[in-house]
């Protein structure tokens, strides 16, 4: 994914527009900023839809569902209108496409679910809910961190799948560095989850390190405990 550095969509060469991206590499090449400047259309009161954009997509990322048309109301330059498109498409998308009901079989079937996070300059911790079956229940982002790390808690991570009677979880976050290597910290953090998994009858089943290139996982590699 090309990460967008301009304000304006004007000002940016021809070949890095969101438009021409889409219909030169398709869709799934753009990133969020993109996409969301895309819908949005165009700036307002001074601001280029960029910067709209990269607004939006931090109070999408703080929210838990689709937001109400106030919530995205208090982002300045996004209006009655413009809220209630994005509110109306997200709420079309997430009935059409959300992930329930996609089966993790193995560790590369949560990448098309969480992929999309890679390209973000902070950490993100992503967990997705199971029911019996493996398939997914939710996903949600439970922190965002620096570049280089994420504080998460276990009751963070399970106080949500409690709710959804989740019967097993898999956890994932993205390495803005682009290095794959677990740190010690993400180690230590893997064997607590696993702890406190196996104390709630939520077993985590995997953590996954995601990069715009490539992925790391623990249960792939050994390094959930009894694995």
Aim: hydrophobic share 40%; net charge negative; glycine share 10%.
């Amino acid at each position: 994914m090309k990460a967008i550095f301009y304000d304006r969509i004007a000002d940016m060469p021809a070949e890095y527009r969101p438009r021409e991206r889409l219909a030169s590499r398709g869709v799934g090449a753009l990133s969020d900023i993109e996409l969301l400047s895309l819908m949005l259309g165009s700036g307002c009161g001074g601001r280029g839809v960029v910067s709209l954009a990269k607004d939006l997509l931090s109070a999408l990322d703080d929210a838990d569902d689709v937001p109400d048309v106030s919530h995205l109301m208090a982002i300045g330059g996004i209006g009655v209108a413009r809220s209630a498109l994005v509110a109306a498409s997200l709420e079309f998308a997430r009935r059409r496409l959300r992930p329930a009901a996609r089966r993790i079989g193995e560790p590369r079937d949560v990448l098309p679910l969480v992929s999309h996070w890679s390209d973000r300059p902070q950490e993100h911790f992503l967990v997705l809910s199971l029911n019996g079956a493996h398939e997914v229940i939710r996903l949600r982002v439970v922190s965002r961190g620096t570049l280089d790390r994420t504080l998460v808690h276990p009751r963070e991570v399970f106080v949500q799948p409690l709710g959804d009677r989740a019967a097993a979880v898999v956890c994932a976050h993205n390495h803005p560095s682009g290095r794959l290597d677990p740190s010690p910290e993400d180690r230590e953090l893997t064997r607590r989850l696993a702890d406190a998994g196996n104390l709630l009858g939520i077993p985590l089943l995997d953590h996954v390190i995601f990069t715009q290139e490539d992925y790391y996982s623990f249960l792939e590699n050994g390094g959930l405990p009894g694995g």
